[in-house]
């Protein structure tokens, strides 16, 4: 029977979900019993990741320093301490595997004999320079979107030598909140992604972190009709009026359209087509920011439509659309003078759109009343 772990993560004051990890008791007991003991007592609760370095690994457990605090970080020597089980360093050789895949869970060492404690690394590339080096004994099964979110934050400093090289800066400290054992029907919470697979979306946030073996990366066919998928999977969490599941799964198809498209000398079909699938994918997102209330975001997609209209022009109504939503979001912001020139803006693409004409009235009350407004001021000042 398979045996798991979990660690629940925080990046600054954000809750991001959690990292389920298979522990692999078969070929490294030690190792495994040393890091589900420790979660099981909670001896990762409040420890920090205290070295991420992207395209490489993400490194925690140093359980002699505790963080409740945001002031307390970092603490004088984080990343040196640790302890297992044992009370006392251990040598642990039993699994060295090949490290020739991402997401492997490994014990830490100072490079010399028992220097084994508490201390672990997740790889998030193949590093087979590793390998004979560190005890494997784990694969993270769930939550590799939040290995991918903490991999991605943002360090004070990259020069070799340095003690805070590697080191999340305080705002983006990575925190473990909670750990433990994991049984099968455990929730996996996750606050960055949407797990749902509705309308036939098995594939993880990242192209590359698919384990699917029909998955070809190489493959514009397939990678478009996957990609599309996830889209689709997107519109039925919007039609159930789950506005966050359907914002991050946009954002998923919208990452898969960017690290998968063709480039355009070597299949400019293909090209077009995932470019057109942008185009629908930020609309979508326009839309779906606009429904939560943020302006902003619904600004700044509609922004990214306007730019890719200069290489796959859009089409009219598809245009139209994007001026309405501009329109709707300045309004939002309380620019009414801009919404009114985003929506006179539509009106012409499409003069015959009662919804178009009916916020256009009410914008241009808005207007008025707020020249009025300034008027009133202005006469009372010189009065």
């Not at 420790?38 to 990762?44: A, G, Q, R, T």
């Not at 490079?111 to 494997?136: E, W």
Request: hydrophobic share 35%.
């Amino acid at each position: 029977m398979k045996t798991f772990a979990y660690l629940d993560i925080r990046i600054g004051t954000w809750d991001v979900g959690r990292i389920v990890i298979e522990l692999d008791f078969e070929s490294a007991a030690k190792a495994s019993e040393n890091f589900l003991r420790l979660c099981e007592n909670k001896s990762y609760k409040d420890t920090c990741f205290h070295r991420v370095i992207k395209n490489f690994m993400i490194q925690g457990g140093d359980t002699d320093h505790k963080i409740t605090q945001l002031e307390e970080y970092p603490p004088d020597s984080l990343g040196t301490g640790g302890t297992s089980i044992n009370t006392a360093d251990f040598y642990e050789a039993e699994n060295l595997k090949a490290i020739d895949e991402p997401f492997l869970v490994c014990m830490s060492n100072k490079g010399a004999v028992n220097s084994t404690s508490s201390q672990f690394f997740i790889n998030t590339l193949a590093a087979p320079h590793l390998t004979g080096k560190y005890t494997v004994f784990g694969k993270v099964r769930n939550g590799k979107s939040v290995v991918r979110e903490i991999e991605r934050v943002s360090v004070m400093g990259s020069k070799h030598g340095d003690s805070q090289s590697w080191l999340p800066v305080k705002e983006e400290m990575v925190l473990i909140v909670d750990c433990g054992k994991w049984d099968h029907g455990d929730p996996v919470p996750c606050y960055n992604a949407c797990y749902d697979s509705l309308g036939g979306d098995i594939y993880e946030e990242y192209p590359d972190d698919n384990e699917i073996e029909a998955f070809d990366l190489d493959n514009p066919e397939k990678t478009y009709k996957i990609s599309t998928v996830i889209k689709e999977s997107a519109s039925l969490l919007l039609k159930q009026k789950r506005l966050r599941d359907a914002f991050l799964k946009y954002k998923k198809a919208l990452r898969y359209c960017n690290e998968l498209i063709p480039d355009p000398d070597s299949n400019p079909e293909y090209h077009e087509r995932f470019l057109n699938l942008k185009k629908t994918i930020y609309l979508n997102l326009a839309l779906v920011a606009l429904q939560m209330n943020d302006y902003q975001t619904t600004i700044d997609y509609c922004g990214y439509l306007l730019e890719i209209d200069k290489h796959v022009p859009m089409t009219q109504t598809q245009t139209s659309k994007t001026l309405y939503r501009l329109g709707m979001a300045y309004r939002g912001l309380k620019n009414f003078e801009a919404a009114l020139e985003f929506l006179q803006k539509a009106s012409i693409l499409c003069p015959n759109d009662q919804g178009i004409k009916s916020e256009l009235c009410m914008l241009q009350k808005l207007v008025e009343d707020e020249k009025k407004s300034k008027r009133q001021k202005f006469a009372k000042f010189f009065s």
